[in-house]
């Protein structure tokens, strides 16, 4: 089945934290993603994954996750947005949320990203408490927080944002129940209506692991860690949020549905560098770095020109998406497909074939308007549908 979901990986942080190993790209303090070269080349490349991608039914949940998003104006946000919309369609009602970083954005920001159809906002917090922000190596401070936190609870009783989620990290170094409870508290006062708790957790290559190593880290000994996250689920569940997985706490009707799309099977599209997606049941992670995620680009778009490489269903699609269609005799042959086989496929594709939406011109299929994805849907459906029963045929027997 394909997937109703995507996330897209915004890299740009203005400076690394020192427990972070995403993949992420530091601009410096004073970045805006609206004037910065590097973000304007990246988001070229997004977009041609984005367009050059097999495409799919229309997505019902879209995360912009970073990195930090809010380094974005909402104009290039609408375009990402506008984007997926071109190339699979926003079912109605769809959950669109983007990951904003405290002290990265404005009230102005904010209304331009809700102007540009965002309804789920994340907030990364993860401390009100100065001196831990400092010693994280995050760039806001617990006023930032509250002051953001202020607009989107505005924006959320306006009735312009559907939810909004707030980020805090527990177990943090010299931590104790006292601070962390107090933490909680800061947080239920800026009443969320989504709070996601993570503990800390010290990745290799990051200042933390190497702070650690030089005993320069005290961290909290696993019972009081154990203890902490005991009062996490105390205190939110006493405020009424339901714990509806492991990191994750919402009031009723809040709980985020693309977090649940992650373990649900469903699978998600991933798009931008160091993203994971898991199509189909295949999970594929994109490089880390941008001249990796650049290359390796460039090589999926040529091996989709040269119709190799692929799996047969992606390179069908992925031919049938674009304008010249895909030469469906040398696909055949390369997969080793019998005549009476493609010409069950072209049986099936008839009303297609007859309302003029897929062309077969010799060995070349090719889509009437592959841009026209609300009719092409259908032919690509069937396609798929044919494919996976092939598929079963061919499959040795157990
Ligand atoms: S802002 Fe987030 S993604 Fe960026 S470096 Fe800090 S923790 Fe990592």
């Not at 102005?108 to 102007?115: E, K, N």
Request: proline share 6%; glycine share 10%.
């Amino acid at each position: 089945m394909d997937p109703r979901s995507a996330y897209v990986h915004i890299p740009f942080c203005h400076r690394r934290c020192f427990y972070c190993d995403f993949p992420v790209v530091p601009l410096g303090d004073r970045a805006d993603g609206a004037t910065s070269g590097s973000v304007a080349a990246y988001l070229s490349l997004l977009h041609q994954e984005i367009a050059t991608g097999p495409g799919g039914p229309p997505l019902a949940t879209v995360y912009l996750g970073g990195g930090t998003p809010s380094m974005l104006s909402s104009a290039q946000v609408a375009g990402i947005l506008e984007a997926l919309a071109r190339r699979f369609g926003l079912a109605p009602g769809a959950e669109l949320s983007l990951e904003l970083d405290p002290a990265s954005f404005d009230e102005a920001r904010l209304a331009g990203y809700l102007a540009a159809g965002i309804n789920r906002v994340s907030l990364g917090g993860q401390s009100f408490d100065d001196a831990v922000l400092l010693d994280l190596g995050r760039r806001h401070r617990g006023a930032d927080l509250r002051e953001a936190a202020g607009w989107l609870r505005r924006a959320y009783r306006r009735g312009e944002l559907a939810s909004w989620s707030l980020d805090l990290i527990q177990g943090l170094p010299r931590q104790d129940a006292a601070h962390w409870d107090g933490q909680l508290s800061a947080a239920l006062a800026l009443e969320p209506p989504h709070l996601s708790v993570y503990d800390l957790s010290i990745e290799p290559g990051t200042v933390f692991e190497r702070r650690l190593a030089q005993g320069n880290l005290a961290l909290p000994p696993e019972d009081l860690a154990a203890d902490l996250m005991d009062l996490t689920w105390a205190r939110l569940t006493a405020a009424g949020y339901g714990h509806y997985e492991v990191s994750n706490y919402a009031l009723p009707g809040h709980a985020s549905r693309h977090n649940r799309v992650y373990w649900s099977g469903a699978g998600w599209w991933g798009f931008g560098m160091g993203a994971t997606g898991a199509p189909r049941g295949r999970r594929r992670a994109h490089p880390r770095t941008r001249a990796g995620y650049a290359e390796a680009l460039s090589a999926s778009l040529a091996l989709a020109d040269a119709g190799e490489g692929m799996p047969f269903d992606e390179r069908l699609m992925v031919g049938l998406r674009r304008r010249e269609g895909v030469n469906m005799e040398r696909l055949a042959r390369q997969e080793r497909l019998e005549t009476p086989q493609l010409e069950d496929l072209r049986q099936r594709l008839a009303a297609y074939e007859r309302r003029g939406l897929l062309c077969i011109e010799g060995p070349r299929w090719r889509l009437a308007d592959p841009a026209g994805l609300a009719l092409s849907n259908g032919v690509l459906r069937e396609m798929l549908a044919w494919w996976e029963e092939l598929e079963q045929e061919l499959a040795p027997a157990p």
